[in-house]
């Protein structure tokens, strides 16, 4: 898919979201980290799978404070190839949306 087609948003659900046991154990500042790396992914594809270029996508935080916090956000995601990480349930909606708008053409 080019560029020019890619959506620029994704659905947000917020009861799968306040449902998620990994979440609730999250601090509010995880959390909002990981909204933040979630927004990442969906822009780009994937995330580094390395913590300390992780960081860098979090420049509001210095990345001592980030790499406390990490352990409690990575399990979100996971390995995709290519020293990258991604959240799979992001990526399900990705595919969904793809073949939606294939059919659509």
Known sequence: ???????PAYQWYPKDYDTDETVKLMT????????????HQWLEGSI?????????????MARARFLKLWSGISVKFKPV??????????ER????FDEFVTEQS
């Open 93 to 96: 909606q990705r595919r969904d």
């Open 48 to 60: 580094p799978a390395d913590p300390t270029q992780i960081a860098g996508l979090v420049p509001k």
């Open 28 to 39: 509010y500042e995880q959390e909002g980290v990981y909204r933040r790396l979630l927004d």
């Open 1 to 7: 898919m080019a560029d020019k087609d890619k959506a």
């Open 81 to 90: 190839g290519g020293g990258r990480l991604a959240n799979g349930r992001l």
